[in-house]
Structures are given as C-alpha cells and as structure tokens.
C-alpha cells in the first residue's frame, strides 16, 4: 500500500492551496482518512480527519479555514486549505487507518508573509 500525497508548495499569506493524497494498492476497510503536519521543531499535529460516513473533525487551528473531503471510489482524500497563514507552514501528513495504519511522506507547505 502507498498513499502518494500532491498539491503542496510555496503561496503567499491568504491563498488557498489543495492536497490530495491517493491509497494504490491492496487496502481494504478504509476508515478515518486525514491530515497532520509538522513544523520544525514541533510535535506532528492533527489537522483535520474524516471517517468513511463523512463525520470530519478539525484542529481548532484551522476551523473555518480548511476542508477536508473524499473519494471512495478512489480511496482519495483531499484538504483544501483557504486563508492560509505563515503560522500553517509545515510539512502535511496523509494517514489513513485500516486494518493498518499508514502515512504518507510529507508534502511541503509554505506560507509566505
């Protein structure tokens, strides 16, 4: 199983940018898909998660500002991230839980002031 994660980059403070990640492989029983990211320096946090009814749940951080949605079908899991800030630069995180957990390897994010 691989989760290959795109749509990171450099933006300037207030844009809007979009990550996708995509399960290839043999996975079964997908259940909560999500985000987390991590600074430097800092802990890996949760972003933003969303379980295979569609229930979300989002760091307090990023309420308002974020979405997160998925594909089924595709076994893909999206982020849309508006209004975004300098304090949001990190390295993003897909996870997907199953039978087993897995993790994406990191797409850059960094905001510009």
């Known amino acids: 199983v691989q989760l290959v994660e795109s749509g990171g980059g450099l933006v300037q403070a207030g844009g809007s940018l979009r990550l996708s990640c995509a399960a290839r492989?043999?996975?079964?029983?997908?259940?909560?898909m999500g985000w987390y990211r991590q600074a430097p320096g800092k802990q890996r946090e949760l972003v933003a998660t969303i379980t295979s009814g569609g229930s979300t749940h989002y760091a307090d951080s990023v309420k308002g500002r974020f979405t997160i949605s998925r594909d089924n079908a595709k076994n893909t899991v999206y982020l849309q991230m508006n209004s975004l800030k300098p304090e949001d630069t990190a390295v993003y995180y897909c996870n997907v839980e199953a039978l087993l957990r897995y993790w994406g390897q990191g797409t850059q994010v960094t905001v510009s002031s």
């Open positions: 492989g043999s996975i079964f029983s997908i259940n909560t």
